[in-house]
């Protein structure tokens, strides 16, 4: 598939660039509080846009850090730096993130972890990958030895949907959970069985367009946090094995939804 050649190029040139200007950046901005913006997440959306339009010029383009959308039938989600404040604190737990949406169902996906040098990869009914091996969800059924990982919005201190309550709900029914700050991540782990599972709140089509084609095609399970179908625009998600989905289900508020 020539889409997947690009995009996997396009996003190792762009974890090249970001993990060599880690820990040197000149230029911080915020697009709210505590949402912040660097020069590199600028400069790798330019650098990945530049080579997917080469590529394919009439597919349109939904990126992060672009004001407006190239429309077309196709078109490419892309999220330069998914975790831009874990990079710019040097904390390295962050990735590059490419999908692929035609007619409005994502067939492609790509994330890149320059950090690990791991690139996780998924074509629809074709399998998920990392590094070319394939992947698949874990085994565990017992919510009590469940592993999981979350995250919080960026107005998380304004919001009454701050998901402090699922966190807590989950905290005592699970293993363990997670909060890294990359649901591009946090999605490939539970794809590959590092996580069993992953809930989150207030996301966009770039947090999630990619990594959740993977989890999918590693055999996972993705809804929405009420059980209905998950689509690239939906605010939040939960992903999982398949095994403990129903169980997460029951464990999250209703009034989330």
Request: aromatic share 10%.
């Amino acid at each position: 598939m020539k889409e997947l050649i690009v995009a996997r190029d396009a996003a190792l040139l762009a974890g090249k660039l970001i993990k060599s200007r880690l820990g040197k950046l000149n230029k911080i901005r915020y697009k709210g509080a505590i949402n912040i913006v660097t020069e590199v997440d600028e400069k790798a959306e330019e650098l990945i846009v530049k080579k997917l339009s080469k590529a394919f010029p009439e597919y349109g383009i939904l990126a992060e850090e672009r004001p407006e959308e190239k429309k077309g039938d196709c078109k490419w989600i892309i999220d330069p730096i998914d975790g831009t404040t874990n990079f710019a604190h040097g904390f390295p737990f962050f990735a590059v993130s490419i999908a692929l949406e035609k007619q409005g169902e994502t067939v492609l996906g790509v994330v890149y972890d320059p950090m690990r040098d791991e690139l996780f990869t998924a074509c629809k009914t074709k399998g998920a990958f990392l590094n070319k091996k394939r992947i698949s969800v874990s085994q565990v059924k017992d919510m009590g030895k469940a592993f999981l990982a979350t995250g919080f919005a960026y107005n998380f201190k304004t919001t009454k949907q701050n998901n402090f309550n699922n966190f807590s709900n989950f905290m005592m029914a699970s293993m363990a959970v997670r909060r890294a700050g990359a649901a591009t991540l946090d999605l490939c782990y539970v794809a590959c069985g590092r996580f069993d599972g992953f809930w989150e709140l207030d996301l966009c089509p770039w947090d999630t367009a990619a990594a959740e084609l993977i989890v999918r095609e590693a055999g996972g399970k993705v809804s929405k946090i009420d059980g209905s179908k998950f689509s690239n625009y939906e605010k939040n998600i939960l992903a999982s094995n398949g095994l403990i989905q129903k169980k997460m289900l029951r464990i999250l508020a209703v009034k989330n939804k």
